[in-house]
Antibody, heavy 123, light 109 residues
Framework: EVQLVESGGGLVQAGGSLRLSCAAS????????MSWVRQAPGKGLEWVSG????????YYADSVKGRFTISRDKSKNTLYLQMNSLRAEDTAVYYC????????????????WGQGTLVTVSS | QSALTQPASVSGSPGQSITISCTGT?????????VSWYQHYPGKAPKLMIY???KRPSGVSNRFSGSKSGNTASLTISGLQAEDEADYYC?????????FGGGTKLTVL
C-alpha cells in the first residue's frame, strides 16, 4: 500500500526557515517523480515544486523560486522541501504527491497524496 | 505560470449531470494531454478522478468523465449523488511547471 507521510510543519516567523519531510513507502521511490502542492487557508491548490525520479531535475513555481529547495534521499525514501525566507503568504497546508506515471519526468498527474502538514508564518 | 480558470461553484440535484470547465492556454491545456482532475474534501487528501484528459483510475466511478477541446478541459459528473459534494480541481502539465485551476465547489441540492 502506498503511503506518504509529511512532517516538519509548524509556526515560524517571517524570514525564518523550515524543512518539510515526506516519508514514502509501498512503491519504488526512485522510479517516480514527486511534487509538493500547497493549499493556503480558504484558497485552492497550488503546485509548489517538483523533482524527477533520480533527483537530477527540479522545478519550481515562480512564487517560491530562489527561496525553496526540493530534494530527495533514495536511501531513506524521503522527499524534502527546504523553505527559506518564509513569508506570510507561504502559510498553507503542504502536501507531498506522487506522480502517477512510472519514469523520470514529472507529468503533473498525482495518484497518491499525503495528509498534509500545516505551515504557519507569522508576520 | 497562471492558474487555470474554473467556475467558482456549480450545483445540481441528485440524478442530474453537471459539467465543470477548466480553461487554460496554448502553453498548458492546449498543448498537452496531461490534464487531470481531483476531488477534494476539506481536511482530506485530494483524490485523482481523471487523468490524461479522459482516463479513469481504477476504483473511480464511471459517472465521472473528462474531455478536452482546444484550451478548455471539462469534467462531467452524471447521476449526481450526495457524496459528490466536494471541491474539484483541474490540473495541467505546462512544460517545466504545473498549473492548477482555482477550484470549483460542487453543491448537490
Amino acid at each position: 500500500e502506498v503511503q506518504l507521510v509529511e512532517s516538519g510543519g509548524g509556526l515560524v516567523q517571517a524570514g525564518g526557515s523550515l524543512r518539510l519531510s515526506c516519508a514514502a513507502s509501498g512503491f519504488t521511490f526512485s522510479s517516480y517523480a514527486m511534487s509538493w502542492v500547497r493549499q493556503a487557508p480558504g484558497k485552492g491548490l497550488e503546485w509548489v515544486s517538483g523533482i524527477s525520479g533520480s533527483g537530477g531535475s527540479t522545478y519550481y513555481a515562480d512564487s517560491v523560486k530562489g527561496r525553496f529547495t526540493i530534494s530527495r534521499d533514495k536511501s531513506k525514501n524521503t522527499l524534502y522541501l527546504q523553505m527559506n525566507s518564509l513569508r506570510a503568504e507561504d502559510t498553507a497546508v503542504y502536501y507531498c504527491a506522487k506522480d502517477r506515471r512510472l519514469g523520470e519526468v514529472p507529468t503533473a498527474t498525482f495518484d497518491y497524496w499525503g495528509q498534509g502538514t500545516l505551515v504557519t508564518v507569522s508576520s | 505560470q497562471s492558474a487555470l480558470t474554473q467556475p467558482a461553484s456549480v450545483s445540481g440535484s441528485p440524478g442530474q449531470s453537471i459539467t465543470i470547465s477548466c480553461t487554460g492556454t496554448s502553453s498548458d491545456v492546449g498543448s498537452y494531454n496531461l490534464v487531470s482532475w481531483y476531488q477534494h474534501y476539506p481536511g482530506k487528501a485530494p483524490k485523482l478522478m481523471i487523468y490524461e484528459v479522459s482516463k479513469r483510475p481504477s476504483g473511480v466511478s464511471n459517472r465521472f468523465s473528462g474531455s478536452k477541446s482546444g484550451n478548455t478541459a471539462s469534467l462531467t459528473i452524471s447521476g449526481l449523488q450526495a457524496e459528490d459534494e466536494a471541491d474539484y480541481y483541474c490540473c495541467s502539465y505546462a512544460g517545466s511547471s504545473t498549473s492548477f485551476g482555482g477550484g470549483t465547489k460542487l453543491t448537490v441540492l
